[in-house]
């Protein structure tokens, strides 16, 4: 157990975590982050510096209360069809059963998706002992909608490996789009309804400007790069997600779960090291935007740390861009 979070400060600090999927389950907080391991090895756009092998299942009961590390829920070595790096998780609630979502490299170093069950929150998770058919790339975001379908939100580009997709089969050689070219959209698929595997086949969602244009692969301030998150707010659908090069949180809204997402603006502003990834929850009548960076290991990419800070809507449902260290 920890002190009591403040905002914008890291809510632990004895081990390493980010890319932080918070939820409310049981009237409680719940974390689902990666946990980032120590080593010298160096860093590339491939993402070889990530090496992440398990997850911890942070809580706290409120914002005034300390945060619990409940242990390791899930390893590496558990799992049959997994090599390595078990990257951004996300959790769902559905079926009295609590569902952990993860990627990582299968023993073709492919990324894939898995899902493992708990009948607790916190874990311990048991895993599936295949991937889930169909599941490619990165950072599993999950949306149980109130009509009780539940949508997956995936993809990440270079090291997640997205642009190898684009002909609905791995092409390790492939290349993304050129610039002047619509830029890759997030993966979406249908869940069934036992959670484990998808309805309908993954498609991709469209990104467009207010004159309903797709953002273009050069538009490296707007356009998707990895960690796509789904939250509903007065009717509509948010897509928010990070622009990974230029290291913002943008979004987009909807009216449809599947797309395509309009374009609306920037949520955060560049934190301390290379990525950006986040998630947004309700907790009583506040908003949370859940984000890491690397501020307490003085900007080492892959030692980072999960913070939190409240999110402001304004009249018309868009969001204040948040600078993450303005006092």
Same mark, same amino acid.
Not at 108 to 113: G, L, S, V
Not at 268 to 286: A, C, N, Y
């Given at each position: ?24 389950? /049981? #009237?409680?907080?719940?974390?689902? +982050? ?6 010298? =090895?160096? %860093?590339? &756009? ?128 492939? /290349? #993304?789009?050129?610039?002047?070219? +619509? ?6 698929? =249908?869940? %069934?309804? &036992? ?133």
């Amino acid at each position: 157990m920890t002190k009591k979070p403040k905002q914008n400060q890291p809510i632990v600090e004895h081990i390493f975590t980010a890319d932080p999927s918070a939820h409310v389950f /049981e #009237g409680k907080i719940y974390i689902y +982050p990666s946990h980032d391991l120590d080593h010298n =090895e160096p %860093s590339n &756009d491939n993402g070889d510096q990530y090496k992440m092998e398990d997850y911890h299942v942070l809580s706290m009961d409120d914002f005034d209360s300390p945060v619990v590390d409940h242990g390791e829920a899930l390893h590496m070595k558990n799992v049959p069809w997994v090599k390595k790096q078990m990257w951004a998780p996300d959790a769902a609630y559905k079926n009295d059963t609590y569902y952990l979502y993860f990627p990582a490299r299968d023993k073709d170093e492919i990324f894939r998706i898995g899902v493992a069950t708990s009948d607790n929150p916190a874990g311990p998770f048991t895993p599936q002992e295949s991937y889930i058919p169909g599941s490619f790339s990165i950072d599993p975001a999950v949306l149980v909608d109130e009509d009780g379908r539940s949508y997956m939100y995936f993809g990440g580009l270079w090291g997640g490996q997205l642009e190898k997709w684009q002909t609905g089969s791995f092409k390790p050689d492939a /290349e #993304g789009p050129a610039e002047t070219a +619509p830029a890759l959209g997030p993966i979406v698929a =249908e869940l %069934s309804d &036992d959670m484990l595997t998808f309805k309908q086949e993954p498609k991709e969602i469209s990104i467009v400007d207010e004159d309903g244009n797709p953002l273009l692969a050069g538009d490296e301030d707007r356009r998707f790069f990895e960690g796509a998150w789904v939250h509903k707010y007065n009717g509509y659908y948010y897509l928010s997600y990070s622009t990974g090069s230029t290291h913002n949180i943008v979004y987009a809204t909807s009216k449809d779960p599947q797309g395509p997402y309009t374009y609306k603006g920037k949520i955060l502003e560049p934190v301390i090291g290379w990525t950006t990834h986040h998630s947004i929850v309700q907790f009583e009548d506040k908003w949370y935007l859940f984000y890491h960076d690397s501020s307490l290991s003085d900007g080492v990419n892959h030692k980072r740390s999960v913070k939190f800070t409240e999110i402001h809507y304004n009249e018309d449902g868009t969001i204040q861009t948040i600078d993450p260290y303005k006092e």
